[in-house]
């Protein structure tokens, strides 16, 4: 019986020595997980700001060399003609239900 209780007491000691590390202080095993998501979930917002830095870039380049670069640009994100042409904005409402 005695050495069955002092068995029990290493058994008790391990469980609340797994529980603390993984559900208590900044260092858990819960908080490491979050952390590793957030971390990926940045990683991939540097990726896609880094992919517009490199799209921005050469359009900022052909701007400066270009221009037609300069027309197309004023043209198509704000909307600006020439006095001989009309501009057509058709937008699509693809969310109404008939």
């Keep these: 019986m005695r050495y069955w209780a002092y068995k029990l007491k290493y058994a008790v000691a391990?469980?609340?020595f797994l529980g603390?590390?993984?559900?208590?202080?900044?260092?858990?095993?819960?908080?490491?997980?979050?952390q590793k998501r957030?971390?990926?979930?940045?990683?991939?917002e540097i990726d896609?700001?880094?992919?517009?830095?490199a799209e921005d870039k050469k359009v900022l380049d052909a701007l400066k060399h270009?221009?037609?670069?300069?027309?197309?640009v004023a043209r198509s994100r704000y909307y600006?003609?020439?006095?001989?042409e009309d501009i057509f904005i058709i937008e699509d409402d693809s969310t109404e239900d008939y």
């Design 20 to 34: 603390v590390t993984a559900f208590v202080g900044e260092s858990s095993w819960i908080n490491r997980i979050e």
């Design 48 to 53: 896609e700001y880094n992919r517009k830095f």
């Design 38 to 44: 957030e971390i990926t979930k940045l990683k991939s």
């Design 80 to 84: 600006m003609r020439t006095d001989d």
């Design 66 to 72: 270009d221009d037609d670069a300069v027309k197309d």
């Design 14 to 16: 391990l469980v609340i």
